[in-house]
């Protein structure tokens, strides 16, 4: 990772740019709920004191992506229009005065919650659960994102310096693999040594389940009913990979002798699976549910669930966990498996993506050639 020099500038208003900017730039817009963004054409915007400007080089899609488009009138508390695209990686091209100058040029990931640096919770180092954060959360998510030509991101303590010669495979790791990060991160139960299943190996389960392997666990099953997602994680250093919670709950009791799993990552969150995950606990286990398809849980302390039960829903992760998220992929330990496209293929990706047809993550690359894709 790249680590910028320390500001030294005045803090007074001097946008810099490297290059003349232009007018105008490509940017997929949400201008209704319930519907699918279009692709408009609207200024660039120019930074004010303190923010940055940077030209993006790659932006991840995700399932957030439908659910913002998919939402009913008054569900989220955003407003219209707004540009998508919170997976985010760019080169900082323009900043709003000379106390940012030294970010010019240097490529970053984008924390993509925009907290605001100052209440208790980012003091604490916890700015994925900023107080202050009840309406938008950052660029793409309420806020102007970055599945666009260029991003305005209003602080430079929400940058994350990287090799820029790493390629698009960062920009699902500022979402992807910090939300996994953070999942893997929110039980208190050690992995080392653990009984660990990982359901779901999509876009965010193939990098937990990276993690996972990093912490050496005793035996690692993951569960996913797609041949493909399977075979990835058998890849990915799974011990056993299985296409149900049934063949889970049933290959987990054999495993540990009937007492069951010490951790369950569930990265669908289905009824099915959220059940299941509960049922294979062991004592003292703990079930972290990411995925947000609808399924519940009720627990107690009557026996439902195992005693000592810890169960999580974690929110995307800190800022800080990023950056340990991209020195691990900087040290080889983790990987996105990812597909480019291009920015007239977005329509078709967000189709990709809602049929289950992307393999890994898909990233948009602004600048890459039509012609080639």
């Not at 959360?137 to 430079?156: M, R, T």
């Not at 990706?349 to 289950?356: F, I, V």
């Amino acid at each position: 990772m790249t680590t910028p020099p320390p500001a030294t500038g005045t803090g007074e208003h001097s946008a810099t740019t490297r290059d003349e900017l232009p007018a105008t730039m490509r940017a997929w817009r949400l201008h209704e709920w319930g519907s699918r963004p279009t692709l408009d054409r609207v200024p660039v915007p120019r930074p004010g004191p303190g923010e940055v400007l940077l030209k993006v080089d790659a932006a991840g899609l995700c399932h957030s992506d439908l659910h913002i488009m998919d939402s009913p009138e008054g569900r989220l508390p955003y407003t219209l229009p707004f540009t998508l695209g919170h997976e985010v990686v760019g080169t900082v091209v323009a900043v709003g005065d000379r106390a940012e100058e030294h970010w010019l040029g240097l490529t970053c990931a984008v924390h993509g919650v925009w907290s605001c640096g100052e209440c208790r919770k980012c003091r604490s180092g916890r700015d994925n659960y900023c107080v202050r954060l009840d309406g938008a959360i950052g660029g793409g998510i309420g806020l102007d994102g970055g599945l666009a030509d260029y991003i305005l991101v209003p602080s430079a303590r929400h940058l994350v310096g990287v090799d820029p010669t790493a390629g698009t495979a960062l920009a699902p790791l500022t979402d992807a693999g910090l939300t996994a990060f953070h999942a893997v991160d929110s039980q208190p139960v050690d992995v080392a040594g653990a009984v660990v299943v990982v359901i779901g190996i999509g876009g965010l389960g193939h990098l937990a389940l990276q993690v996972v392997r990093s912490r050496s666990p005793e035996v690692v099953v993951a569960v996913d009913p797609r041949r493909g997602a399977r075979d990835l994680a058998t890849e990915l250093g799974a011990d056993h990979a299985v296409a149900s919670v049934a063949e889970a709950v049933d290959l987990v009791a054999r495993l540990s002798g009937d007492t069951g799993a010490d951790l369950v990552f569930d990265f669908v969150g289905v009824q099915d699976t959220v059940t299941a995950g509960a049922r294979m606990l062991a004592t003292g286990g703990g079930l972290t549910v990411v995925g947000s398809a609808g399924g519940s849980l009720t627990v107690d302390k009557q026996g439902s669930v195992p005693r000592g039960w810890r169960v999580a829903a974690p929110f995307w992760g800190p800022h800080a966990d990023l950056a340990a998220v991209l020195g691990l992929a900087a040290d080889g330990e983790i990987a996105s498996v990812v597909e480019e496209r291009t920015m007239d293929e977005v329509p078709a990706a967000y189709e990709d993506l809602r049929r289950g047809r992307a393999s890994g993550r898909l990233v948009v690359v602004p600048g890459r050639d039509p012609s080639a894709a």
